[in-house]
């Protein structure tokens, strides 16, 4: 079972973003999907061809700055 559907399962409302399923690393109890925001940045650079600069940008002006509703993903940074 991919981590999509384990969170689908726990809850169909989740917001999962497109594309970014390997920068999933976790599940809050609140029912919001955990994102590296660090990977998110990788797939950024290596898919799309972005600068670090500018998955930086891309990241925190689009996605790290989003909110969609209730169950907005978190990001975060590991240590």
Do not use: C
């Amino acid at each position: 079972m991919t981590k999509k559907e384990q969170i689908a399962e726990l809850n169909p409302e989740a917001i999962i973003w497109d594309d970014l399923d390997d920068a999933i690393i976790g599940y809050h109890s609140d029912g919001k999907i955990v994102y590296d925001q660090d990977k998110i940045i990788d797939i950024l650079m290596k898919r799309d061809g972005m600068t670090s600069e500018d998955a930086i940008e891309y990241f925190h002006f689009n996605i790290g700055g989003a909110y969609v509703g209730e169950y907005t993903p978190l990001h975060i940074t590991v240590l």
